[in-house]
T-cell receptor, first 114, second 117 residues
Framework: DAGVIQSPRHEVTEMGQEVTLRCKPI?????LFWYRQTMMRGLELLIY????????DSGMPEDRFSAKMPNASFSTLKIQPSEPRDSAVYFC????????????FGEGSRLTVL | AQTVTQSQPEMSVQEAETVTLSCTYD???????LFWYKQPPSRQMILVIR??????QNATENRFSVNFQKAAKSFSLKISDSQLGDAAMYFC??????????????FGKGTHLIIQP
């Protein structure tokens, strides 16, 4: 069974540009999470969805960040406009609701904003 | 809010020896999950072991075992017969079981494990 699939694996962009990160969760999982990992702050939960509905976006840094989940098999995290401090690895993870509690992670998208 | 603390930024162990990574957490809940995840240089987050708080028996997965002390809010990971492939960042994580467990993981800052050949 395919795991969580993220794209792109690497993204280098210039300050002010729009960045879109994509995620396909594991089929049948109904909870999806976006995390950001930096050396300074570690792993931070940005937002999560349950049955495609955003439940808690209190971790989203500011209005430049937005996330959508138009259907059960696809989610995007968008940054517009991007800034150098957004440089990080962004992980998407999914979980089968009321299962073992385990989150399954994608391989992450490394974003570099110049 | 729950917090997870890993007090050892870095640990080093000789190949084939045993090492224990520490983790403590703070919560007012009685039912929750605890995890150890491994992140090698490839950056993939890999589940190592899980523990459900209502289970008294410590979880074991091959060379990996935990010492879960619920009253002390401690959840340490023991790696026996360390192998070079165990070298990685190890993250302790907490997840609430309330509301069906859809609240994500709270992570510690991680412990960098070095395996000396």
């Amino acid at each position: 069974d395919a795991g969580v699939i993220q794209s792109p694996r690497h993204e280098v962009t210039e300050m002010g540009q729009e960045v879109t990160l994509r995620c396909k969760p594991i089929s049948g999982h109904n909870s999806l999470f976006w995390y950001r990992q930096t050396m300074m702050r570690g792993l931070e939960l940005l937002i999560y969805f349950n049955n495609n509905v955003p439940i808690d976006d209190s971790g989203m840094p500011e209005d430049r960040f937005s996330a959508k989940m138009p259907n059960a098999s696809f989610s995007t995290l968008k940054i517009q406009p991007s800034e150098p401090r957004d440089s990080a690895v962004y992980f998407c993870a999914s979980s089968l609701h009321k299962n073992t509690g385990e989150l399954f992670f994608g391989e992450g998208s490394r974003l570099t904003v110049l | 809010a729950q917090t997870v603390t890993q007090s050892q930024p870095e640990m080093s162990v000789q190949e084939a020896e045993t090492v224990t990574l520490s983790c403590t957490y703070d919560t007012s809940e009685s039912d929750y999950y605890l995890f150890w995840y491994k992140q090698p240089p490839s950056r993939q987050m890999i589940l190592v072991i899980r523990q459900e708080a209502y289970k008294q028996q410590n979880a074991t997965e091959n060379r990996f075992s935990v010492n879960f002390q619920k009253a002390a809010k401690s959840f340490s990971l023991k790696i026996s017969d360390s192998q070079l492939g165990d070298a990685a960042m190890y993250f302790c994580a907490y997840r609430t079981h309330s509301g069906g467990g859809a609240d994500g993981l709270t992570f510690g800052k991680g412990t960098h494990l070095i395996i000396q050949p």
